[in-house]
């Protein structure tokens, strides 16, 4: 196999503290972005909750504001902080990438990073509302609901990350099939097998024990492959 053009053969040490460094590059940032969203952190709980939670919170510990703060500092610190990481990762291995390797991440990481951003907005806008709403209210006539603060964040935060991750799903299919590692033509023929999966991959990553949550990932995950077979297609 032909050498990496312009790569030069470095010590173990020095790999090591080239990671170090940016690791350190990659952290102050981050925690900096944390201290700052901290700040705000009161005022975005209350922001989140309104637009998805249609009963009052609820604490059952002193504690639980503050963890429920700084997870949503730390998780606003690594949003922003996505780009600063993922640009000292490509510089860290960039060295032992080949062009056409280098011109492959920087096309698919951007897109990637897209599609998260919008699996993530879907599932704040669109899914967390309707099924929080959905089964809280549902039972709303039985007894008087009083939802954890902290566990319904954790739950939010779940359900954002695993959509963001689910939307992953187009550009998954679309790289395996223009690599052939996968035929488009056989994709298209085993529709009802790549739902069953889908479904059943559904119920495995949904946080939620209501069936609402699955339905909508399958019904997600079904749009999205089906988009994906039609990009396949075009591109």
Request: with cysteine; charged share 10%; proline share 6%.
């Amino acid at each position: 196999m032909n050498a990496v053009p312009g790569d030069q053969e470095m010590p173990l040490v020095e790999h090591i503290k080239e990671l170090r460094s940016r690791m350190i590059i990659t952290a102050v940032p981050i925690i900096i972005l944390t201290l700052i969203a901290f700040l705000f952190s009161d005022r975005l709980l209350q922001y989140i909750w309104e637009q998805t939670v249609p009963v009052p919170m609820t604490i059952y510990s002193p504690m639980d504001p503050i963890l429920i703060r700084f997870s949503l500092s730390l998780m606003c610190a690594l949003f922003f902080g996505i780009p600063i990481i993922i640009y000292e990762a490509f510089m860290f291995v960039s060295k032992g990438l080949y062009p056409n390797e280098k011109k492959f991440v920087i096309t698919v990481v951007p897109l990637s990073f897209i599609l998260f951003i919008a699996g993530a907005a879907f599932a704040f806008f669109v899914v967390v509302p309707f099924v929080f709403k959905a089964t809280i209210l549902s039972s709303i006539n039985i007894a008087t609901p009083q939802i954890s603060a902290i566990k319904t964040i954790y739950t939010l935060i779940t359900l954002i990350l695993s959509f963001g991750i689910i939307f992953q799903f187009p550009l998954l299919v679309v790289f395996s099939i223009k690599m052939g590692l996968i035929k488009l033509e056989y994709l298209k023929g085993k529709r009802k097998v790549v739902y069953g999966i889908l479904l059943a991959f559904s119920l495995l990553v949904s946080p939620d024990p209501s069936a609402l949550s699955q339905l909508i990932i399958a019904a997600t995950l079904a749009v999205l492959f089906e988009i994906s077979l039609l990009l396949a297609r075009v591109f």
